[in-house]
């Protein structure tokens, strides 16, 4: 079994910025592949940004050039820098990791953190 925990959500204003931090315990794997999602409220849950254990990185056409994805394996952490905040990038951010690589559907990853709410003011 493998926890996820996530942190630094919050409260900001619309141009802002916020790092997200997932740390994983339990039988863990570097060989992971590890993602973002979000959801909103009344919407489906979305693809964000994906992080390969080789380091490649993956993001919705929504958020790139704005978030950053990375991860410390020592650490057992995950990052999102989200840089230039939108009101539309509202929504709880959950992480997750999945054993069959690259994944932009919900289905394919084994494990999810609890979420952390994100909130872009106007």
């Known amino acids: 079994q493998v926890q996820l925990g996530e942190s630094g959500g919050g409260l900001v204003q619309a141009g802002g910025s916020l790092r997200l931090s997932c740390t994983a315990s339990?039988?863990?794997?570097?060989?992971?592949?590890m993602g973002w999602f979000r959801q909103a409220p009344g919407k489906e849950r979305e693809f964000v940004a994906g992080?390969?254990?080789?380091?490649?990185?993956y993001y919705a056409d929504s958020v790139k050039g704005r978030f950053t994805i990375s991860r410390d394996n020592a650490k057992r952490t995950l990052y999102l820098q989200m840089n230039s905040l939108k009101p539309e990038d509202t929504g709880v951010y959950y992480c997750?990791?999945?054993?069959?690589?690259?994944?932009?559907?919900?289905?394919?990853?084994?494990?999810w953190g609890q979420g952390t709410q994100v909130t872009v003011s106007s």
């Open positions: 339990g039988r863990t794997s570097s060989s992971y592949f």
């Open positions: 992080n390969s254990r080789t380091g490649g990185t």
């Open positions: 997750a990791a999945g054993s069959q690589g690259l994944a932009t559907t919900p289905l394919k990853y084994d494990y």
